[in-house]
C-alpha cells in the first residue's frame, strides 16, 4: 500500500524532478505534489511525496537532511483536519 509523506521547508527553487530523484534512491516514487499558492502560483515551501516502497528508510535518511540551506522536515503525512468554512472570503 502506497504511504503517503509530507516534505517541509523545502527550498523555493525545488523541482519536481529534484524531488523525485531524492526520494526516488530509496523506493519507487509513485507521485510528487509540491504545494503552491493558489493567488500568486508561487511555491509554499511544502509538498507530499507518495511511495510505493522505501517510504520510512525515506523518512528517517531525508529528515533534518540538507537542501538548499534548508533542514528538510520530513514525516508520513496526516490526514488533513477540517478546518470549516474560511473567514473574509468570496
Same mark, same amino acid.
Given at each position: 500500500?502506497?504511504?503517503?509523506?509530507?516534505? *517541509? $521547508?523545502?527550498?523555493?527553487? %525545488?523541482?519536481?524532478?529534484?524531488?523525485? #530523484?531524492?526520494?526516488?534512491? /530509496? &523506493?519507487?516514487?509513485?507521485?510528487? $505534489?509540491?504545494?503552491?499558492?493558489? #493567488?500568486?502560483?508561487?511555491? +509554499?515551501?511544502? &509538498? /507530499? =511525496?507518495?511511495? %510505493?516502497? *522505501? %517510504?520510512?528508510? %525515506?523518512?528517517?535518511?531525508?529528515?533534518?537532511? #540538507?537542501? &538548499? *540551506? +534548508?533542514?528538510?522536515? =520530513? $514525516?508520513?503525512?496526516?490526514? +488533513?483536519?477540517?478546518?470549516?468554512?474560511? +473567514? *473574509? &472570503?468570496?
Amino acid at each position: 500500500m502506497p504511504k503517503k509523506i509530507y516534505v *517541509g $521547508n523545502l527550498p523555493f527553487s %525545488a523541482s519536481d524532478d529534484e524531488i523525485r #530523484d531524492l526520494f526516488g534512491e /530509496f &523506493g519507487t516514487v509513485t507521485s510528487v $505534489n509540491l504545494i503552491t499558492d493558489r #493567488d500568486t502560483g508561487r511555491p +509554499r515551501g511544502f &509538498g /507530499f =511525496v507518495e511511495m %510505493a516502497d *522505501g %517510504a520510512d528508510e %525515506a523518512i528517517q535518511a531525508l529528515n533534518q537532511k #540538507d537542501m &538548499g *540551506g +534548508r533542514s528538510l522536515t =520530513v $514525516n508520513e503525512a496526516r490526514p +488533513r483536519e477540517d478546518r470549516g468554512p474560511r +473567514r *473574509g &472570503g468570496w
